[in-house]
C-alpha cells in the first residue's frame, strides 16, 4: 500500500514538474530571455534609390520582411520560416540584440564587441550562405535618434561605429554574400553614426520611426514626400544605394514611383553645390594645421581688449546697423586698434530685430543688395583680416533667429549668394560658416569653396535649465563632440563664441581645460571668449548667464595657450 501511494506521489510530482516546464517554456519571458526569435516583420521595403545611377531607383516587388530579437541570455533559436523564405525570394532582416537580466537594457554594444552574440551572427551567416536568395541585414536600427526606444540608443558615435563594423565583418567573414545596411532612421545627426564604406553595401532610412515619433525635438514631417526629401539629404556625404523602409505603414500602401523621380530631379537640380560628388567621403577629412593661434574677445565693455595676447575683436550687426551707420564706426574703432574684426552679421533688416520667416527668400531675391554691397565695402577697405560669419547657429531647432528651423537647401542657397554677392568681398575677407556644432550641422554645410573657416560655440552650460556653475560641462567634452560632427568637412576651426560662468575659480579651472584642449588640437586656428552676459530674452524667466570673466582671469587663460 505503502508502494501504490509513492508511486502515485511520484506520478503527480512528475506531472508538476512537467507542467512547470510546459507553462515555462510557453511563457513569453522565457522566450524573450531564453530564445534568439525570427518572425515576420511588419516593416516593408518600398524603394531603393540610388542619387548617382540613373534608371537605378526601383521599387522591389517582391523582398519580404523579417526580425530578429537576440539576447545575451539566449540558448537556443527560433528561426520561423526565415529559411524557407529566403528559399522562395530575397529576404531584408532587421536584427536587434538585446540584453537580458540585471543589465536588461544597458552596454548592448560593449557586450556585442566582447562576443557575446557571437554564435548568432554566425548561425545567421549560415543560413544566408545556403540560401539561393539575397538578404539584406540591418542591424540595431535607428541609432542617432535621441531616445531610449532602443537600448543602443543614446550611446556615443564612437561605441555605435566599433560595434556596428564588429558585427558586421563577421558577418561577412562567414556569410561573404551577404549584404550589411547601415540603419538610420534619418533623423538629424544620423552621419555622426556613419561606420565608414568597408563594410557597408546599403544604406536604410526610417519613414515612420518609432522612435522619431517618441521625441519632439524636431517637427516631424507633414507628407511622406517631405519625409523622404529630409532624409535624403542628411545623406548626401553618403555615397551608398537608400533603401527606404516604411515602419508604419505611412506611405499607406499607395507609394508612387514619380517620388523617386521628383527627388532625382530635385538633386541633380543642385548636383553642383548642394549635392556635388565632392561632398563624399569615407570616414574624416584632413584639416588644415594652425601656424599661429588668434585669440579674441567679443568685449563690449572694454574690460580686457588691452592685454597683449588680443589680436581679435568680435561685433555682432545687423543689415540695418550697416544702413544707418552704425556698423562702420563700430568697424573702424576696432581696426584703429590694430585688431583684427570677427563679423557676426545677422540679416535683421531693422533695429527691431522683429523674426521673419522669409528672410532667406529675401536674401535671395535681392532685397538686401543695396546692404550687402555697403556691408562688403566697408570690411574690404582695410588691411586687417576680418573674419565675416553670416547667419550662425542656423541648424538649432527654434526660432531665436529668423534663419533658424529652415529648410537647409534654402539656407545653403542664401548663404552663397551672400558670399558671391558681386564676385565676394576683398581678400582680407575670410569666409566663416558659423553653425553651433549641434547635431545636425553638416545638413546645412554651402560647400568648401565659399568657406574658409567653421566657426562653432562652446558654453559650459549644457542646459539653460541648469544653474548650478559646478554642473557644466568641461569645454574638452563639449568640443570633442561638436568637433566629431565636423569629420566630413575640411576647413580649419575658429571657435568665435565660448564661455563660462561662476566664480572665478571655477572658470581659472574650466579655462585651464580650454587651454588644454586647445594646444592639442592644431585644427583650431582662433579662439573668441564672449565677456558679458548673453541675450536675456534667449532665457525667458530664467535668469540670463553671465559668462564675463577678470583681466586677471584672461591673463592666466592666455598664459596657459601655446
Known sequence: MKSTRSKRYLFIGLGIVLLVVALWLLNPWYRSYYLNIYYPADDRLVAVFNANNAGSDSQPANVASYKAVWRNTAQWTDKGDIDKELAKHDVMLTVETWLSGVNYNTNVLTELKKGKFDSQIIKLASIISRA???????????????????????????SYITSFNYFAKKLK???PKAKVVWAPSGYPGDTEYWPGNKYVDYVSITLGSPSEYSVNYYPLAKTPQEMIRQKLHRLRFINKPVLMVDAWNITKGAFQPSWLAEEKAYINKYRQTVYSDSNYTDSCKAKPIRKVLQVGVFDPNK????????SVEHLFTDLGEVERGDFGKKFLEVTGRHHDVIVTMEPWKDAAHKADTLTLERILNGTFDQQIKKLFGIISATRQTVYLRWMHEMEIPIHRYAWQSQDPVTYIAAYRYFMQF????GKNVKKVWGPAGDR???????????????????????????????????FSTIFNRKYFRMRFL??????????VKGPESFQDQWLANAAKTINANPHIFGVCYFNLYDNPKAWGSIK????SMTPKSMAKFCSQLK
Open 544 to 547: 540670463a548667464p553671465d559668462w
Open 132 to 158: 539561393p536568395h539575397q538578404a539584406y541585414i540591418r542591424w540595431n536600427p535607428d541609432m542617432e535618434v535621441p531616445t531610449n526606444f532602443y537600448p543602443w540608443q543614446y550611446q556615443s558615435p564612437a
Open 173 to 175: 567573414q562567414y556569410a
Open 490 to 499: 575640411d576647413k580649419p576651426l575658429f571657435i568665435t563664441e565660448f564661455g
Open 422 to 425: 558681386n564676385g565676394g568681398p
Open 303 to 310: 574690460r580686457l581688449l588691452n592685454q597683449k595676447a588680443i
Open 440 to 474: 545636425g550641422s553638416a545638413d546645412f554645410w554651402p560647400g568648401s569653396d565659399v568657406v574658409d573657416y567653421i566657426s562653432i560655440a562652446i558654453y559650459g552650460l549644457p542646459d539653460k535649465n541648469i544653474t548650478d556653475p559646478d554642473k557644466q560641462e568641461a
